[in-house]
């Protein structure tokens, strides 16, 4: 066996941190051992480097030691495979993410880790077994989730390719928030003008299944096939005889639904560009007088007994288009948003200024339904900050408010309008010009001030806005008849929900996490479901269809491959070792595992490869290849042979989650201690208690179990059944008379970087209270 | 060439946010200016003090701040602090600062006679006629209440305490006792 | 199954003994009629006050406010508190000397001289919370059977009882909170909503001690957005704040007679005499009638209006 070990400098990244001479100059006393540096690994020459000592020594096995495998882990094992290496005999060492990036200032000790965390690499790689890929045939539809701008731009482009597009929206209508919209920025050109044809597109597409009204309910399967299960509310009409004449039924209807910016009859549709044109009858609302159903007459298409639908089909590949809300003001008190009516948001705004909205355009106060003298607005209201968690700038805010001033002064002569700002973010091409031309052409005023309150003046009706122009410091009350909160953007509502369902990351703020900042922008952290628009970040228009058509071109590229190549992790079954004891068979919720006529049958089709059962197997004749007890037992072994810290934790971190979590501690450069030595696992329940007490008896202060949140588990009930070993972990750890505090069982999503940085700081302070473990272990024999 | 010496120029220097990042405020750094804050103050609105400004000047480490009246004139209601956006502790750092002051002598005549009166009786506002004795009694309460006023004991107790801290020293308590004798022995 | 009856360790703080015994007095006479149980504080000392005494040293506040608590802790009860101030510094000291091992142990370093400890066993609660959250706002109202509906209270909240947010227990409510309303609202008495009705009266921070003028300017504001509502009474839940309201709205008729008009006029009454009348009980055992003779004595603005609209009901 010979290995070679590759290590890379990213730049300064990792050597501005480690001494990697150190590093080569220890290898190199190992036998069999062949050592490598270079530069860039994962750039050209990098990747020739490897290739050609690979040949040159006749080399086996490969260990990288760079940046997170997450990142460029598929790329060298392409790159050993080129050169005859099966790709499974690889293993890596996070030198970066999970070392230099989080330890920048103790180089000494992280030099001591990485050493480490290459010796277990080395001893890994060992053992590990050349494995044949699985290939699969790729269903070759898609479904678009979100028929707003994004989702619609997506779903034209891939029927385009010829391929079957499910376009599920949970409203009554396609369009989104764009068709709310009387004009956008900065080109000021009617919005439902753009939109409306695009939605007639959709409607009239051969391959577009459009399912209006509808749920995602539930999503399992792989990469190239998913299976989907939708559920269609009922509109109470029947679509294929409804022929969107709506005034007629809309007109007989007796109960209005009062709202001041949406309002509607019991039956109705959103709005006239409405697509499907079908409306919708309003449970709640309607008193069930049949004015409709007669209205309608011989077309027949109100049905009242309608119930809910499900729907289920396969899919390929899913894109989450499912866009945003706008952020809701009443948690801000100052701004009394509830409490006067002439207090409104900047979608409410929206509305006035709709043609189609409930003022047929013409701005009017809420409050007595009188043309405003003033209007003013406030910016960064719920955006920028930090004690709700939003600390983010929601990058439309600024231009939106341009525009509806803009639009206001058009509209009512001499309008005194002011905008309250703390700092103009006029992004985005032409945006600056349209600051500037709001300056200059309309002369709207911009003052720098953060407003603080609003109240209502004691001697007229007009609201007062208390604040400080920080330019001369000057405090003012400035009177003002109509307020417009330029209120922020938030993930669409049920978001958390729906990632539960894909099995798909959220970052703090609740948008969908993307898989890289950088170069994965618009992939989820599940292969196969790609993030469009604004549920992955705030976004204007141009940049939720430029998402869009890059998600929709990487679905079609995925497509067209007709099949795909998966990773075989799935268990591994050896009839010899099997006292058939059938614990396996009740801990797997899968159906892979099947005992008939004492027999025991791995079903392989059906295995996710979480090893939840290896984990039960005392006669270990159930493994997951790479994840065996043994490769997990020769880590652990590395790690505590040499002690280097004190206390010293082990961290076994869940393929999903927590890896995840870790390596974003990495790319935010948060810090934390040394004294962790990370082990990767597709799922905290493939964790053998034995294993933590193996780690603990040889030496280990501590042990750290991190895992998805239980409804995030990527495995369903992973996390759940590592928390049930857990609590036996903690009784025999009381009955070993060892503090129960040293194992410990955390849920860090991929988007905690900061929690997960914190658990170590605080788990270190734990341990390091209750001093070396030798101490707990005198009271064993 | 009056009017341009060097003095224009501000000097900025780091000792007062030093102590502040010392002391765990190190917050104050995300501040944008965005005038929250003053807009928020009540003392804003009828005085010159100007929250931003305390906080700007705190940051750039300018020494006025700890000299200046305004900073007295904050009556800490925690408006300013509530509506932060960037969550910066803005009231506890003005109390830190007034820390700061003291510490370089900036007290006031006001606030040092009470520091007597609470060194004196550990009471910030004592009985210190009988016309309340009088009062309480006539109430139907205890003519002395249960507090250190009917425990010689606990106030000796909180004046070790002062000490042990070291704000005797802090505030010149020895030299402005010493002139007290002083006068009364006059 | 009994319920287990309430107990505190009864903190006075400085303004109510030695300035407004009658607050001392409603709340003696009123928590007895409720049934809660009362241990004093002996020895117990200002608190320190968080304006002046936490401004000038904030070593100086955590010890001596650690103090107060390990009275209590030896009581084996957490503390009630009247006063906005004292639940401003004892509530915070004990949250971060809980929490704040460094703290802690500079503390109780100082602490072990005068053979005290800080050990972090009790909870600080204001009367308000007392009575709302532990006793309960809907017990309350059994007892409660006198109700006021032509008494117009305009309320005062004062600042620490909400502020900083972060500890308190209002859920984070600090713009437009309700709990000291429903409160007052469950005598029958309705509160009139005023302009800035949580502005700070102008007394905390160590201002009225370092610009009275700027402090009374507070309160003559605060006065006139009431007195442009129309009030009876203005109800508090602080002794500062009643001292300010009080005593200053005497100095306000004099510093600011120029602008004001008319003097105000406006009786300030702490929340426990209003709820003891609602009660059923005696003016007298509530500090709302003076038997003694004494000049230069609060309150200093009559509250004879105000009793005579309770009269007009009882």
């Known amino acids: 066996m010979k290995i070679g070990l590759f290590l890379c400098d990213c730049g300064t990244n990792i050597a501005g941190v480690l001494d990697i001479k150190a590093i080569m100059e220890h290898f190199k006393t190992y036998p069999e051992i062949y050592v490598f540096e270079d530069k860039y690994l994962c750039a050209e020459l990098g990747l020739n480097l490897i290739a050609d000592e690979i040949k040159e020594n006749k080399i086996d096995r490969v260990v990288i030691a760079a940046c997170s495998f997450k990142l460029h882990g598929e790329l060298f094992r392409n790159s050993i495979e080129k050169t005859g290496i099966n790709r499974y005999l690889i293993a890596f060492a996070n030198i970066r993410e999970q070392n230099s990036w989080v330890h920048a200032n103790e180089p000494m000790r992280a030099t001591e880790k990485a050493i480490d965390q290459i010796d277990m690499a080395i001893e890994r790689v060992k053992l590990l077994k050349p494995l044949k890929r699985r290939k699969a045939k790729i269903t070759p539809s898609v479904l678009i989730i979100g028929g707003g701008i994004a989702g619609i731009k997506a779903s034209l482009q891939i029927a385009d390719a010829g391929y079957k597009v499910y376009l599920v929206e949970r409203e009554p209508t396609i369009g989104g928030k764009m068709a709310l919209f009387d004009k956008t920025f900065p080109t000021l050109d009617c919005s439902i003008c753009i939109l409306g044809p695009i939605m007639v597109e959709v409607k009239d597409h051969p391959n577009i299944e459009l399912l209006t009204y509808s749920e995602v309910k539930e999503v399992s399967g792989y990469i190239g096939n998913f299976e989907i299960t939708i559920e269609k509310k009922p509109r109470f009409i029947f679509e294929d005889k409804c022929v969107g004449c709506f005034e007629i039924c809309r007109e007989v209807c007796p109960i209005d639904v009062e709202d001041t910016f949406f309002p509607r009859k019991a039956i109705d549709v959103s709005y006239p560009q409405a697509i499907p044109l079908i409306p919708n009858i309003l449970e709640e609302y309607c008193i069930g007088c049949k004015a409709c159903e007669i209205a309608c007459g011989e077309r027949e298409a109100i049905n009242f007994s309608q119930t809910k639908e499900i729907k289920r089909f396969k899919v390929g590949a899913i894109i989450v288009a499912t866009g945003y809300k706008t952020f809701d003001p009443t948690i801000l008190g100052e701004y009394n948003y509830t409490k006067y009516p002439n207090i409104i948001t900047g979608l409410e705004m929206e509305r006035l ?328 696992v597709m799922c905290t329940a493939m964790i053998d208690p034995a294993l933590v007490f193996e780690a603990l008896f040889n030496g280990a202060d501590g042990v750290l179990i991190a895992g998805c949140h239980p409804q995030d588990c990527h495995y369903t009930t992973g996390f759940i059944k590592a928390e049930n070993r857990y609590e036996s972990i903690i009784s025999m750890l009381e009955e070993l008379k060892i503090n129960n505090n040293r194992v410990k069982i955390i849920s860090i999503s991929a988007g905690e970087g900061q929690k997960f940085a914190d658990t170590i700081k605080e788990f270190s302070e734990t341990l390091k209270n209750l001093g070396p473990i030798s101490k707990d272990l005198k009271n064993i024999k | 060439m009056e009017d341009l010496k060097s003095d224009r120029i501000l000097e900025i220097k780091d000792d007062i946010s030093d102590e502040l990042r010392k002391a765990g405020y190190a917050e104050i750094g995300a501040c944008i200016q965005c005038g929250n804050c003053t807009a928020s103050c009540p003392s804003g609105r009828r005085t010159a003090m100007r929250t931003r400004s305390i906080v700007r000047e705190a940051l750039l480490g300018l020494d006025e701040v700890l000299s200046d009246k305004e900073l007295w004139l904050c009556t800490t209601c925690y408006t300013c602090f509530e509506r932060c956006p960037r969550n910066i502790p803005i009231t506890d750092i003005i109390i830190f600062l007034r820390n700061l002051a003291v510490q370089r002598g900036h007290i006031l005549p006001n606030h040092l006679n009470l520091c007597r009166m609470f060194y004196d009786t550990g009471h910030g506002v004592p009985i210190n006629d009988e016309k309340w004795n009088i009062m309480r009694e006539s109430y139907g309460v205890s003519r002395v209440p249960p507090t250190v006023h009917a425990h010689p004991k606990a106030v000796k107790e909180v004046q070790e305490l002062i000490s042990c801290v070291g704000f005797d020293k802090t505030i010149a308590w020895g030299k402005y006792a010493k002139k007290e004798e002083k006068a009364e022995k006059k | 199954m009994p319920e287990k009856k309430l107990k505190y360790s009864f903190y006075l703080g400085c303004v109510i003994p030695n300035r407004y015994p009658f607050i001392e007095q409603s709340v003696r006479n009123v928590f007895k009629e409720l049934g809660i149980g009362l241990i004093d504080m002996q020895g117990a000392s200002c608190c320190p006050a968080p304006g002046v005494f936490r401004g000038f040293s904030i070593p100086l506040w955590l010890v001596v406010g650690a103090r107060n608590i390990s009275i209590a802790e030896e009581n084996g009860a957490d503390i009630v508190l009247m006063c906005n101030g004292c639940y401003a510094t004892l509530l915070e000291v004990n949250v971060m000397l809980k929490h704040d091992k460094k703290k802690r142990d500079m503390v109780n370093e100082h602490l072990a001289k005068i053979g005290r400890e800080f050990k972090g066993t009790i909870e600080v609660k204001h009367i308000i919370d007392v009575l709302y959250y532990d006793f309960g706002l809907d017990k309350l109202k059994d007892y409660t059977n006198i109700k006021f509906p032509n008494l117009r209270v305009g309320v005062h909240y004062g600042c620490h009882i909400l502020k900083d947010s972060t500890h308190r227990p209002w859920h984070g409510e600090s713009e437009d909170p309700r709990f000291f309303e429903e409160l007052i609202e469950i005598t029958g008495a309705k509160c009139i909503d005023y302009k800035d009705r949580l502005m700070c009266c102008g007394a905390g921070g160590a201002v009225r001690t370092a610009s009275l003028e700027v402090s009374l300017d507070y309160t003559r504001e605060k006065l006139e957005n009431m007195r442009n509502v129309g009030v009876d009474c203005c109800m508090v839940c602080c002794p500062f704040c009643h001292l300010q309201l009080d005593l200053g709205q005497v100095q306000v008729n004099e510093t600011f007679k120029d602008i004001i008009g008319e003097p105000y006029k406006i009786p300030i009454i702490y929340y426990t005499q209003l709820l003891g009348l609602s009660m059923g009980m005696n003016p007298r055992e509530l500090g709302l009638v003076a038997t003694h003779k004494l000049a230069g004595v609060p309150p200093f603005i009559p509250i004879k209006s105000f009793m005579d609209k309770i009269k007009e009901h009882i």
């Open chain 1, 353 to 680: 200024l709709n043609t189609d909205g409930p003022t047929k355009g013409v701005i009017l106060k809420p409050s007595d339904g009188s043309i405003p003298k003033s209007i003013s607005f406030i910016l960064c209201v719920g955006s920028r900050n930090k004690k709700i968690n939003h600390e983010y700038c929601s990058q439309v805010c600024c231009n939106y408010s341009v525009k509806q001033a803009i639009l206001a002064k058009k509209q009512i002569k001499n309008l005194d309008i002011m905008i309250y700002y703390t700092d103009i973010r006029a992004i985005g091409k032409f945006c600056e010009e349209f600051y500037n031309r709001a300056r200059e052409e309309f002369q709207i005023r911009f003052i720098k001030s953060n407003i603080s309150t609003i109240i209502k003046s004691d001697t007229s009706n007009e609201l007062l806005l208390r604040g400080e122009n920080i330019l001369d410091d000057h405090l003012f009350e400035n009177p003002t008849e109509l307020v417009v909160l330029a209120v922020g953007i938030e993930p669409a509502e049920g978001t958390e929900e729906l990632a539960q369902i894909l099995n798909i990351s959220t970052d703090t703020y609740g948008f969908l996490l993307e898989s890289h900042l950088k170069v994965r922008p618009s992939d989820s952290s599940v292969k196969g479901i790609y993030i469009a628009g604004a549920i992955q970040f705030p976004k204007d228009i141009p940049n939720s269809i430029s998402q869009a058509e890059s998600t929709a071109s990487k679905t079609i590229a995925l497509l067209t491959k007709g099949e795909i190549e998966l990773d075989p992790l799935v268990v591994q079954y050896n009839r010899d070792l099997c006292d058939l004891c059938r614990l396996c068979e009740n801990v797997c919720v899968f159906n892979a595992i099947e005992i008939e006529n004492e027999q025991l049958h791995i079903i392989e089709a059906n295995c996710v490869g979480c090893g939840a059962c290896a984990a039960m197997c005392h006669k270990n004749a159930l493994t997951v290849p790479g994840f065996t007890k043994e490769e997990i037992i020769t880590q652990l072994k590395v790690i505590t042979d040499k002690k280097k810290e004190s206390p010293l934790i082990v961290t076994f971190l869940c393929n999903w989650c927590s890896y995840i979590g870790a390596d974003l501690a990495g790319t935010s450069k948060i810090q934390y201690p040394t004294n962790t030595r990370p082990i990767h």
